[in-house]
Each structure stands twice: as structure tokens, then as C-alpha cells.
């Protein structure tokens, strides 16, 4: 089945820093989503992007499908940026298979 | 952007009884709807595919008896856990997905703790 890796694992910012999160899947996909799992377990849609690149305030999400990797970027981190990052893709059926997460914690 | 509501949020259980969670779109109808399994630090693992009017559809390794699922209605879809042990303890989450659309969108969750 389909891979999905992201990178970092864990990333411990300042508050006030930029980051980039990584999100590689293994075979060619039709859509990707984005997620922000927050510290009380509700999953917060940050982007829908099977390619291109879109922004939302302080976040921007770039997809290359051909080159199978999306990339997350946060600037001007704020500690309420806390929590688990997920990109998801879609199997047959559209049922969204998760990524591995990246735990990010931005500390005052 | 579209809601979607669980209940319980937090429940525990006694060994060997079951227990129901819902998962309701508010403000618009979910064909299908799906369930995830989280255990703590892990990502999310998807169980089933429950579309309305007919019977999930389970992921291997998923016990069809165990986690009945029921999508009675286009907002409304049950996970039930039965005979619940230990090992079920876990963060269940149901997300639903609009029609004619990719998106999905997630509920807050439910803890189960079984003792």
C-alpha cells in the first residue's frame, strides 16, 4: 500500500520562528490534505491541495504530485500553533490514509 | 466549513459491557462517513467505511462483530464497541465527507478508557 512519510517527527521551536514540514507519499495521488491535530485531539482542516500552492494567514502548503512530497510552512510560529501536524492522502474508496505526524511544540 | 459533532467525548466502561458513540454532520449530508482509531502518540488508522443505507465497509484486521457500525441517516452514523476490554481503550474519531467532494471533515473525538 501506499507510504506516507513526514519529517520531522518532533520540532521544538521559538516562538516567533519559521518551519517547514515535510510530508513524502510513495505512489501518485489525486488529492492531499493537511491537518492540525490539536492538544485536546480535534483535527482542524488547514489545507486542501493535490497541487500548487494556497495561503491561509501565517500558513502556506505546497504540493509537487509529480514529484510525490507536499511541504507545510508556519511562519511567525505562536505557541497556539501547538500540536500534531497530519497530511493525509487517499486510498481506493477515498478513505484518507494518514501520514506518520510531525509533534510541533513552540515554547515562549 | 462543514461541522461535525461525536458524543460521547469521554466515556468509561466497565470490562465486557458495550458502548455507543455518534457521529453527526449539522449542517450537511454525509454519504459516507468514516471511523479512525488513534492510540496515543500514533497516527490516525482508519476501521471502517460506513456509507448510508448499507453495511461498512471494514479495514483487515478490524473485527466486523467487535465495532458494529451503523449510517442510518445521511447526518448520522454509530460506532458501537462490544464487549469492550483493555484493549480497546483508544481515541476514536469519525470524520465525513461532503457529497461530490474529497474533503473530509473530522469530529472532536471520543476517549474510551475501559477498566
Known amino acids: 500500500g501506499i507510504q506516507v512519510e513526514q519529517s520531522p517527527p518532533d520540532l521544538i521551536l521559538q516562538e516567533g520562528a519559521n518551519s517547514t514540514l515535510r510530508c513524502n507519499f510513495s505512489?501518485?495521488?489525486?488529492?492531499l490534505q493537511w491537518f492540525h491535530q490539536n492538544p485536546w485531539g480535534q483535527l482542524i482542516n488547514l489545507f486542501y491541495?493535490?497541487?500548487g500552492t494556497k495561503q491561509n494567514g501565517r500558513l502556506s502548503a505546497t504540493t509537487v504530485a509529480t514529484e510525490r512530497y507536499s511541504l507545510l510552512y508556519i511562519s511567525s510560529s505562536q505557541t497556539t500553533d501547538s500540536g500534531v501536524y497530519f497530511c493525509?492522502?487517499?486510498?481506493?474508496?477515498?478513505?484518507?490514509?494518514f501520514g506518520t505526524g510531525t509533534s510541533l511544540t513552540v515554547i515562549p | 466549513g462543514a461541522v461535525v459533532s461525536q458524543h460521547p467525548s469521554r466515556v468509561i466502561c466497565k470490562s465486557g459491557t458495550s458502548v455507543k458513540i455518534e457521529c453527526r454532520s449539522l449542517?450537511?449530508?454525509?454519504?459516507?462517513m468514516f471511523w479512525y482509531r488513534q492510540f496515543p502518540k500514533q497516527s490516525l488508522m482508519l476501521m471502517a467505511t460506513?456509507?448510508?443505507?448499507?453495511?461498512?465497509?471494514?479495514e483487515q484486521g478490524v473485527e466486523k462483530d467487535k465495532f458494529l457500525i451503523n449510517h442510518a441517516s445521511l447526518t448520522l452514523s454509530t460506532l458501537t464497541v462490544t464487549s469492550a476490554h483493555p484493549e480497546d481503550s483508544s481515541f476514536y474519531i469519525c470524520?465525513?465527507?461532503?457529497?461530490?467532494?474529497?474533503?473530509?471533515?473530522f469530529g472532536p473525538g471520543t476517549r474510551l478508557t475501559v477498566t
Open positions: 470524520s465525513a465527507r461532503e457529497p461530490f467532494s474529497y474533503e473530509q471533515y
Open positions: 505512489d501518485s495521488v489525486n488529492n
Open positions: 491541495i493535490p497541487s
Open positions: 493525509a492522502v487517499p486510498v481506493v474508496g477515498n478513505q484518507f490514509y
Open positions: 449542517d450537511f449530508q454525509a454519504t459516507t
Open positions: 460506513s456509507n448510508e443505507g448499507s453495511k461498512a465497509t471494514y
